[in-house]
């Protein structure tokens, strides 16, 4: 796998992916974007991962948006295929079948606030600063913004962040609900890795299937979104980590989950 912008490490379980384009902020280009899905098809097949830290090169951006130099001379037809690049990419990062946290050290703007939206699990760095900037440069948000934001902050305050290009720091983003977690800069990969630690020690397939459940439970009604909790809760009985767990906790020792 040949990759231009984006740095793929893994290390035992955990897989660190790391936009790099230092010298444009991280900005995403279709270039960057293409790197993007090689790396999510090869995490797809790798068994062996269990949980993914995504984050930005360098300290000042974790990623300052869609690259402008890039969309500047579009037209409706190539805005739209561009919009559709992204939105494909980032979704497929939003099922990836293992949990992934976003690391942010800097800007997430624009593409970058998306990409950090598509994450299961974002924390940030006392220096992050947060923003929707599209309408102030004529455009909307096209990677999911207009979509994720509302349903994580609620659409009054996705409504205000959008229309207003408001920028924000990590404290009010922790506030409203659009981070988990702020540490200072220096522990941030270090708060990362050990969050995901923490994952990487649960059953992988449970895990798996947590994040299944939420995500699509999330998209449809409670009456169909318990049926689909009662499918992935189903599942987990034809494992052997729900044997292993369940047995583990009736003998009172140590689970020893399998590939562990
Ligand atoms: N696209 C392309 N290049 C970018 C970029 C972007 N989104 N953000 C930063 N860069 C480049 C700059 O052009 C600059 O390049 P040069 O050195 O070649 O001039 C380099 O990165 C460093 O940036 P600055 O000199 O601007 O750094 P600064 O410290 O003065 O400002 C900043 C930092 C506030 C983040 C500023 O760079 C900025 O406002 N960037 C754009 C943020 C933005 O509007 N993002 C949204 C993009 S639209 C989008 O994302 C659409 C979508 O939803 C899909």
Redesign the pocket.
């Known amino acids: 796998m040949e990759l231009k912008n984006i740095i793929l490490e893994k290390e035992g379980n955990l897989a660190i992916v790391t936009i790099n384009r230092p ?3 991280n ?1 995403l280009n279709s270039e960057t974007l293409k790197d993007l899905d090689l790396v999510l098809e090869n995490l797809e097949s790798d068994k062996n991962i269990y949980c993914v830290v995504l984050t930005g090169a360098g300290e ?2 974790f990623v ?6 890039e ?1 500047k001379d579009l037209s409706e037809e190539e805005g739209k295929e561009f ?1 559709l690049l ?1 939105n494909k990419v980032f979704r497929r990062l939003e099922k990836l079948d293992k949990p992934v946290i976003a690391a942010i050290s800097g ?1 997430a ?3 970058g606030c ?1 990409l950090a939206m598509a994450c299961d699990i974002r924390i940030a760095s006392e220096r992050a600063r947060f923003a929707q ?2 309408a102030g ?1 004529g ?1 909307t ?3 999911g ?1 207009t979509q994720r934001l509302p349903r994580l902050v609620g659409e009054g305050k996705a409504k205000e962040l959008i229309y207003t290009c408001a920028m924000i720091k990590a404290d009010e983003a922790l506030r409203i609900g659009l981070v988990n977690k702020v540490v200072p800069l220096e522990s941030l990969m270090d708060e990362a890795r050990a969050m995901a630690n923490l994952i990487i020690a649960n059953a992988p397939i449970a895990v798996k299937l947590c994040k299944d459940a939420i995500n699509r439970g999330m998209q449809v009604d409670m009456d169909s979104a318990i049926v689909i909790e009662a499918e992935d809760f189903g599942k987990c009985f034809s494992t052997e980590d729900q044997k292993e767990g369940m047995t583990a906790f009736i003998e009172k020792r140590n689970k020893n989950f399998l590939n562990k």
């Open positions: 010298k444009a902020l900005a000042k951006a300052a948006g869609a690259d402008i130099s969309m919009g992204g800007f703007l624009g593409g998306e900037p599209e440069l455009i948000p096209g990677f913004g």
